[in-house]
């Protein structure tokens, strides 16, 4: 599976946009692009998933640049329960391991 | 539905006991994973099972033993309790048929081994 990239920690305001950056350079084309996060020791919890196309869900957007190399998990109106740890997480599609990596510590601040 | 289900939430344990943690889910979902998560990094995958009556190793299966008792059931067992198994200890499950499926996590079992 790819190696992912991610800045150790972010600061976001509340309620503007958080915008978090994920490098997957050595992504294959079979591969999915994953985010989860995890709040306050917790276990990890699914936000959105995407192959190439931009996704959009309840929770957040994806961003795929169009040569898959690098993704952004967008969260519209952040909030303080928004604060946790975001993994992104390359794999291939037919198998269901997870490889984590240290993810992105993001603080929302009032 | 509970989703994925742990026990214990807490254990402590002398080095050298052995303990099993359970781990059940009620979404029918086929596959099962342990993970372990030490403090300030991410999750290391310990066993899986794709389906009833398989397992696989992860990453740091080494003084683990895992059975998947049927499908709603995985328990991870400790023979000989080390200090660095001291972790907190994640289930997952996951459905299969749609390639792309997300993992559900269980709430953790911390694990302190003295």
């Known amino acids: 599976d790819a190696k992912t990239t991610q800045p150790t920690s972010m600061d976001c305001a509340e309620g503007r946009a958080a915008n978090l950056p994920c490098n997957h350079s050595?992504?294959?084309?079979?591969?999915?692009v994953y985010w989860y996060r995890q709040i306050h020791s917790q276990g990890p919890q699914y936000i959105i998933h995407?192959?190439?196309n931009n996704e959009t869900n309840e929770m957040a957007s994806l961003i795929i640049t169009e040569d898959r190399k690098s993704s952004t998990l967008i969260l519209p109106h952040a909030t303080l329960r928004d604060t946790a740890v975001y993994y992104c997480?390359?794999?291939?599609?037919?198998?269901?391991?997870?490889?984590f990596g240290q993810g992105t510590t993001l603080q929302v601040k009032p | 539905n509970a989703g994925v289900t742990q026990t214990p939430k807490f254990q402590v344990l002398k080095t050298g006991q052995s303990m099993t943690l359970q781990c059940a889910q009620d979404?029918?979902?086929?596959?099962m994973y342990w993970y372990r998560q030490d403090p300030g990094m991410g999750l290391r995958l310990i066993y899986y099972?794709?389906?009833?009556?398989?397992?696989d190793k992860g990453e740091v299966p080494n003084g683990y033993n895992v059975s998947r008792l049927n499908k709603r059931e995985f328990s991870l067992r400790l023979e000989s309790a080390a200090p660095s198994q001291t972790s907190v200890y994640f289930c997952a499950s996951r459905a299969t048929g749609i390639s792309y499926n997300e993992q559900f996590f269980g709430p953790g079992t911390r694990l302190t081994v003295l």
């Open positions: 050595t992504i294959s084309g079979n591969e999915y």
């Open positions: 979404m029918n979902h086929n596959s």
């Open positions: 995407g192959l190439k």
């Open positions: 099972s794709a389906s009833e009556g398989t397992t």
């Open positions: 997480i390359v794999r291939v599609a037919n198998t269901g391991k997870l490889i």
